[in-house]
């Protein structure tokens, strides 16, 4: 099992080498610009600032750029930290939401992957521009203003069975979250038909990163405690806020396990966030909790959206996810613990994995 944190501000790079002499594996930067930090920005300082650890975007979104920018912008990153850059990649939840905007359509979506896989190959591509079409291609390779001789992985973002089906079909790896996005067998066997689909194996180096929340317990502490509500809450309710939109533009039932407390939640949002529901409801996303979202983090609810407990509980947990096929686990910490809980992890359970 590989492990992975979460860094998105541009003048707390200190963090990725922190977590680097920790023994972390890679990080993730996010991409969503009304919140945090430009990622490639982020990834550009974190490139000068490490040596070992692998680096890159978790995730970049489609929608925000031209996919020749985005092959661009990875293979910048590649430049400086060439081998160790790879490129997560989704629709764009989040990050479009908070701009009142719907994620990229599926059909969209593999279009321009094909585009960017092509490009960081050092390839010729067939590009497409409000009705234009033209080959493209990295000039002037010379003069080495990008780095396309070390490949870099392409980790498709699938939280539902057809993203999750793409990553199998074209992807170097895929990440999805537990348990929004199913449970990891699930999320696997649409990654087994994408490739069957495309008739390749997965044995090939493909990899599976999975987003998950982290809470672990000191002796003594109970799962009604403030300071592990506090520690949890803001991870958690970012998996509600992506469900609300989620059930609302698909019309699939709700999750069994949200059912306890979704009339209650919907009714607090629908009141609260009528007008500016893409401004309000994602502000606190992964970095701290929402003071009023506060009482919806039950003790249920941690169970349900946590890998938690004590050190060797978790070890267990995450022991039964690699038997299962997960390679990597990646987890975000709220703004003002991030230093403390990467630390507890290495510490607690990394080392006995």
């Excluded at 490639?40 to 978790?58: P, S």
């Excluded at 958690?236 to 609302?248: C, E, G, R, S, T």
């Amino acid at each position: 099992m590989k492990f992975g944190i979460t860094s998105s501000k541009v003048d707390e790079i200190g963090l990725i080498s922190h977590a680097e002499n920790l023994g972390y594996d890679y990080c993730w930067v996010t991409d969503s610009p009304m919140i945090r930090s430009d990622p490639f920005a982020v990834l550009a300082q974190a490139a000068r600032q490490t040596q070992k650890i692998r680096i890159g975007t978790g995730v970049a979104v489609a929608g925000l750029r031209l996919a020749p920018v985005t092959a661009n912008a990875i293979a910048t990153i590649n430049r400086l930290a060439p081998g160790r850059t790879f490129l997560g990649i989704g629709t764009g939840n989040t990050a479009m939401r908070a701009m009142g905007q719907q994620p990229m359509g599926i059909k969209a979506f593999r279009e321009y992957i094909e585009v960017v896989k092509t490009m960081i190959r050092g390839e010729e591509a067939s590009y497409t521009l409000d009705g234009v079409t033209h080959p493209i291609q990295f000039q002037n390779p010379e003069f080495n203003y990008v780095d396309v001789a070390h490949p870099i992985p392409i980790h498709i973002s699938g939280f539902g069975s057809r993203t999750q089906a793409l990553a199998g079909e074209i992807g170097d790896g895929m990440i999805t979250g537990i348990p929004r996005g199913g449970s990891f067998s699930q999320a696997m066997g649409n990654v087994r038909q994408g490739a069957a689909k495309s008739g390749r194996s997965l044995d090939d180096g493909f990899e599976t990163f999975a987003l998950v929340n982290i809470l672990m317990l000191e002796p003594g502490q109970k799962l009604t405690d403030e300071a592990v509500i506090q520690q949890c809450g803001s991870a958690i309710m970012a998996n509600v806020h992506y469900l609300v939109d989620w059930v609302k533009e698909t019309r699939n039932p709700v999750p069994d396990y949200m059912l306890p407390f979704w009339d209650e939640y919907i009714a607090f949002h629908e009141k609260r966030d009528a007008e500016r529901a893409h401004l309000k409801m994602h502000q606190s996303h992964y970095s701290f909790l929402d003071p009023e979202e506060a009482r919806f983090i039950t003790p249920e609810m941690i169970k349900t959206f946590t890998i938690a407990g004590q050190p060797e509980e978790m070890v267990e947990q995450l022991r039964a996810l690699e038997r299962q096929g997960l390679n990597a686990i990646n987890f975000m910490t709220p703004l003002d613990q991030q230093y403390r809980l990467i630390e507890d992890l290495a510490r607690n359970v990394m080392s006995k994995m």
